[in-house]
T-cell receptor, first 114, second 111 residues
Framework: DGGITQSPKYLFRKEGQNVTLSCEQNLNHDAMYWYRQDPGQGLRLIYYSQIVNDFQKGDIAEGYSVSREKKESFPLTVTSAQKNPTAFYLC?????????????FGDGTRLSIL | GQQVMQIPQYQHVQEGEDFTTYCNSSTTLSNIQWYKQRPGGHPVFLIQLVKSGEVKKQKRLTFQFGEAKKNSSLHITATQTTDVGTYFCAGRVYNFNKFYFGSGTKLNVKP
């Protein structure tokens, strides 16, 4: 089945530690996105990428980093500089070329601080 | 910065009652999408509106896009318990390939 796979489902971070969240898609989508969702709130854009080897900061990029070495993969690293990392992280992808494409979301990763 | 405001934050209804959620943007949008997120799940795309004044229907759901393309609404007629979840709008600004999500409206339906 085509879709987006996020792993792990749950992740715990110690103080001063960097952690990486995985996002893989087999939909052949060019664009990929990372969002953060806090309880009772909407989705805030962290980073997005429209093409391999290129990405742009979203609205809350500080304390996060990404890479896009392959079309299928868009990992997100939550660095120790992110002081409040506890949240639900959602990865999404969409086609490019036509701006009216819906975003397909993964099942998310819940990150907590130990 | 660009914001999409969504109200209400919560709505509790009795099964069979109607429900409406509203989104407003400070900037004219090129298009707006609606998503539904079930408890514990991820957002799932419902529909997209592109044209000024556009109205689309999906069974009991009616979606509208304002004439100025700055506001949108989702109306559910005769809610059912399967409608429970959080409904998000996501607006795209011209020349930007990213969407701004509203804060969502959490709908609870009492049987």
């Amino acid at each position: 089945d085509g879709g987006i796979t996020q792993s792990p489902k749950y992740l715990f971070r110690k103080e001063g530690q960097n952690v990486t969240l995985s996002c893989e898609q087999n939909l052949n989508h060019d664009a990929m996105y990372w969002y953060r969702q806090d309880p009772g709130q909407g989705l805030r854009l962290i980073y997005y990428s429209q093409i391999v080897n290129d990405f742009q900061k979203g609205d809350i990029a500080e304390g996060y980093s990404v890479s896009r070495e392959k079309k299928e993969s868009f990992p997100l690293t939550v660095t120790s500089a992110q002081k409040n990392p506890t949240a639900f992280y959602l990865c999404a992808s969409s086609r490019m070329g036509d701006s009216n494409q819906p975003q397909h979301f993964g099942d998310g990763t819940r990150l907590s601080i130990l | 910065g660009q914001q999409v405001m969504q109200i209400p934050q919560y709505q509790h209804v009795q099964e069979g009652e109607d429900f409406t959620t509203y989104c407003n943007s400070s900037t004219t949008l090129s298009n707006i999408q609606w998503y539904k997120q079930r408890p514990g799940g991820h957002p799932v795309f419902l529909i997209q509106l592109v044209k000024s004044g556009e109205v689309k229907k999906q069974k009991r759901l009616t979606f509208q896009f304002g004439e100025a393309k700055k506001n949108s609404s989702l109306h559910i007629t005769a809610t059912q318990t399967t409608d429970v979840g959080t409904y998000f709008c996501a607006g795209r600004v011209y020349n930007f390939n990213k969407f701004y999500f509203g804060s969502g409206t959490k709908l609870n339906v009492k049987p």
